[in-house]
């Protein structure tokens, strides 16, 4: 059991941005269709802009006004998929026996855009970069909390999907447009206090449908509990007053 | 700059996504690396890449002679119209 505090957050889907989009998504959620936007992030100079991917970019957009310029936070990275964009490229570059972009290749890995967080916003603290399965934002908060547990007095969490390739049909289910929602938690901090629980799971496995990050954004809203079952595996998200 | 040098630049700018550039932005005879245009080692495998892709030049990376090869797009044209297959398009 895992309690925390949501001191602060952000999150990000096409034509889905700021915190009044987001209540009115809460109140009446409707489809999203992934045109391929992304935000602009003119904050970051175009010469390190140039390697931002699209899912890098929706992690800064959101991650970014959660860190201050003078303090140190802990960074913890979680998507299930990754790039499978720039994975996807260079696929196809093997099949036809073409070279590797080495820019493309270092950026694939899963660590990278914490190792762009890390260079952009000078934090030379922890940083974790995981990918689960369907319950990837928990463990993204287990490990958050693990950090909090170590004496970092905020840590921000990040979850981020891209909408793949029309090749990953029937592979990947569970991303029916690009998202991200970017935390920043404590254990002391003044933010609504949530409480993670984790049992077992005796019935079935629900479908994938709406990603679940995106209920739990709708929980912050309504103050509701959540339940998320995946496998064996039973998280409950529970608001504590 | 000549058609050579604008081809190259254009390469550059492509390939190294600084859409922020224009082909005129880029002087024949600017530094491309550090203090210059601000490359760095990744750009330079990936132009490596780019230009063995267009002209069909092979750049050892312990050449010796790559860091002089690439300091500018003066001296990649150079270097392309010494190897003589800058007719590649």
């Known amino acids: 059991m895992i309690d925390l505090h949501i001191d602060a957050w952000r999150a990000w889907a096409p034509g889905i941005d700021d915190a009044a989009d987001w209540a009115a998504w809460a109140a009446a959620p409707?489809?999203?269709?992934?045109?391929?936007?992304?935000?602009?992030?003119?904050?970051?100079?175009?010469?390190?802009?140039?390697?931002?991917?699209?899912?890098?970019?929706?992690?800064?957009?959101?991650?970014?006004?959660?860190?201050?310029?003078?303090?140190?936070?802990?960074?913890?990275?979680?998507?299930?998929?990754?790039?499978?964009?720039?994975?996807?490229?260079?696929?196809?570059?093997?099949?036809?026996?073409?070279?590797?972009?080495?820019?493309?290749?270092?950026l694939s890995v899963h660590n990278a855009i914490a190792g762009q967080w890390s260079i952009l916003r000078g934090q030379r603290g922890e940083s974790v970069a995981i990918a689960g399965e369907a319950d990837t934002f928990e463990h993204a908060v287990v490990e958050a909390t693990a950090l909090l547990g170590e004496g970092a007095s905020a840590a921000i969490?990040?979850?981020?999907?891209?909408?793949?390739?029309?090749?990953?049909?029937?592979?990947?289910?569970?991303?029916?447009?690009?998202?991200?929602?970017?935390?920043?938690?404590?254990?002391?901090?003044?933010?609504?206090?949530?409480?993670?629980?984790?049992?077992?799971?005796?019935?079935a496995t629900p479908a994938a449908g709406e990603p679940h990050a995106l209920r739990f954004i709708r929980a912050l809203h309504h103050g509701a509990t959540l339940d998320h079952p995946w496998k064996t595996r039973r998280w409950t998200w529970q608001p504590i007053a | 700059m000549n058609d050579l040098e604008r081809d190259i630049a254009r390469l550059i700018i492509?390939?190294?996504?600084?859409?922020?550039?224009?082909?005129d932005d880029i002087a024949p005879d600017q530094p491309l690396f550090g203090q210059g245009l601000g490359l760095d080692s990744v750009d330079a495998l990936e132009l490596a890449l780019a230009l063995q892709n267009r002209y069909g030049l092979k750049i050892a990376s312990d050449s010796r002679d790559a860091r002089r090869h690439f300091e500018t797009v003066r001296s990649l044209a150079l270097y392309v119209q010494a190897s003589g297959s800058a007719c590649a398009s």
């Not at chain 1, 959101?62 to 936070?73: F, I, K, R």
């Not at chain 1, 969490?157 to 991200?180: H, M, Q, R």
Request: hydrophobic share 40%.
């Open chain 2, 14 to 23: 492509e390939t190294l996504a600084l859409e922020h550039l224009g082909v």
């Open chain 1, 157 to 203: 969490v990040v979850v981020a999907e891209e909408l793949p390739a029309k090749a990953y049909d029937g592979w990947i289910d569970d991303v029916p447009f690009s998202y991200t929602l970017a935390l920043r938690v404590s254990l002391a901090g003044g933010g609504p206090r949530w409480r993670l629980s984790l049992g077992e799971n005796t019935g």
């Open chain 1, 30 to 106: 409707h489809p999203v269709v992934d045109r391929g936007e992304q935000p602009a992030c003119d904050f970051v100079p175009a010469m390190q802009r140039r390697r931002l991917s699209r899912l890098a970019r929706i992690v800064m957009h959101t991650a970014w006004p959660l860190c201050g310029d003078d303090e140190q936070v802990p960074f913890v990275f979680a998507s299930r998929h990754g790039e499978t964009t720039h994975t996807f490229a260079m696929l196809d570059d093997i099949g036809r026996e073409a070279p590797l972009s080495p820019t493309r290749f270092g």
